[in-house]
């Protein structure tokens, strides 16, 4: 079985300074590592994905993650924060053999300040 | 190109009733999924489905069924609305089933309300 853990549930940044959003996830098997964002009142948009080529992945909107095998962690980034990433963030998790069963994390809610 | 669409975008209905929604994926996507969301949590797999079969099943009660159609849209009924019900419907399409790291991409969902 698989699962992610999203180690804060909310996370307030200033506009203009860098964003991290924590992840861990724990799989029997090589995962594939996913982040939606989803807005209010909207489904989920897709950042970026990890399927076992680089390492370092990059996405929309200046957002990337990096897959850490050793601290089994798939943590999200940006360098500078802008009023229109306030939204929702998960962390999702798929094996191989699993369906693309999507498992995801519980969220966290980004809040940019001014 | 359309997204995935979906519909009602709301709906409220009364405990021990039944609902239907439903889901078109975006153009030459065979496989779909849905997940419920209940507010304040990430989404739960309910099923997917490819090539009009089921391919897969998450914990819900037989009061959950779905199903696929030739063009590959996709319904989901919902038998004897309990309140735990109430929350975001959403649906996903993908090209394929079964391979590694397949993108999904997911509708806007349907907010069911049970009273």
């Known amino acids: 079985a698989q699962s992610v853990t999203q180690l804060d549930s909310h996370v307030s940044v200033s506009e203009g300074t860098p964003v991290l959003l924590r992840c861990n996830y724990s799989?029997?098997?090589?995962?594939?590592l996913f982040w939606y964002v989803q807005h209010p009142n909207k489904g989920l948009q897709l950042l970026l994905k990890y399927t076992s080529a680089a390492t370092l992945v990059k996405g929309i909107n200046g957002f990337e993650a990096e897959f850490k095998k050793s601290e089994t962690s798939f943590h999200l980034t940006k360098p500078s924060a802008h009023m229109s990433d306030a939204a929702e963030y998960f962390c999702v998790v798929t094996v191989t053999g699993g369906g693309n069963k999507l498992t995801f994390g519980t969220g966290t809610q980004l809040k940019v300040e001014l | 190109d359309a997204g995935v669409t979906q519909s009602p975008t709301h709906l409220i209905k009364t405990r021990g009733q039944h609902v239907t929604l439903r889901c078109s994926p975006i153009s030459g996507h065979k496989s779909v999924s849905w997940y419920q969301q209940v507010l304040g949590q990430g989404p739960q797999f309910i099923f997917q489905?490819?090539?009009?079969?089921?391919?897969g099943r998450g914990n819900f009660p037989d009061r959950f069924s779905a199903r696929q159609f030739p063009n590959y849209s996709s319904e989901l009924n919902v038998n004897a609305l309990l309140l735990g019900d109430s929350a975001l419907y959403l649906c996903?399409?993908?090209?394929?089933?079964?391979?590694?790291?397949?993108?999904?991409?997911f509708g806007p969902g349907t907010r069911l309300l049970v009273l």
């Open positions: 996903a399409s993908s090209f394929r089933w079964e391979v590694f790291g397949e993108t999904q991409y």
């Open positions: 489905y490819y090539e009009k079969e089921e391919r």
């Open positions: 799989s029997s098997y090589s995962p594939s």
